[in-house]
């Protein structure tokens, strides 16, 4: 980096943020997971924090791309973005179902919308383990794939005791791949002076 831009460190208030987030939203998606898996799959409460481990993972997103370049860091951000949104729309449609509303995913129409949307969430976590193989211990990298993979199944298939383990691994992964980076710079770029 050069001239108005300095690599900051994994100590840096963003840095540390976004570093964090790599432990806390996986864990935050566990407890949703664990609420759905115990108390069904229109529960509000486990909806309420689905939506907040979603909005989570927003932020894993951001140090999912601050860690990549190029072309993978640009189609990262483009579905990790959508990814992101529907993941945050999953949580809201639960809500909805809850309160004895229409679920969208049986829906037709604009509807539609949530299910590829929906399916770009699990995409973001195969390219965040293609990210995170310069950076992580290669069994991070691949739980994260593995995650990235079993999403779908657990999640479309409403299996809970499946869903529950996906995000341990993916608590498991994150955490592992939080401790590598907190032992290296940290690219994310701040502005210098």
Excluded: E, Q
């Excluded at 790599?22 to 409460?45: E, I, M, Q």
């Excluded at 999403?151 to 383990?165: F, R, S, T, Y």
Aim: proline letters at 5%; a neutral charge.
């Amino acid at each position: 980096m050069t001239g108005h831009a300095a690599t900051a460190r994994s100590s840096s208030p963003l840095g540390r943020l976004l570093t964090a987030s790599l432990v806390v939203a996986p864990a935050v998606y566990l407890v949703a997971d664990v609420l759905y898996a115990t108390r069904g799959w229109d529960d509000p409460t486990a909806a309420v924090v689905h939506v907040l481990g979603a909005v989570g993972y927003t932020l894993v997103l951001v140090r999912l791309v601050t860690l990549g370049d190029g072309v993978l860091a640009a189609v990262l951000l483009v579905v990790g973005a959508f990814g992101a949104a529907g993941d945050v729309a999953y949580g809201f449609n639960t809500i909805h179902v809850s309160l004895g509303d229409t679920d969208l995913v049986d829906a037709a129409g604009a509807a539609v919308l949530i299910k590829p949307l929906g399916l770009c969430f699990p995409l973001t976590l195969l390219l965040g383990a293609a990210v995170l193989r310069r950076h992580a211990p290669v069994w991070t990298v691949a739980l994260l794939a593995a995650g990235g993979l079993a999403w779908p199944v657990a999640h479309i298939a409403n299996i809970g005791w499946l869903a529950v383990l996906v995000n341990a691994a993916l608590v498991a992964a994150f955490a592992g791949a939080a401790a590598a980076l907190s032992r290296t710079p940290d690219p994310v770029a701040a502005p210098v002076g």
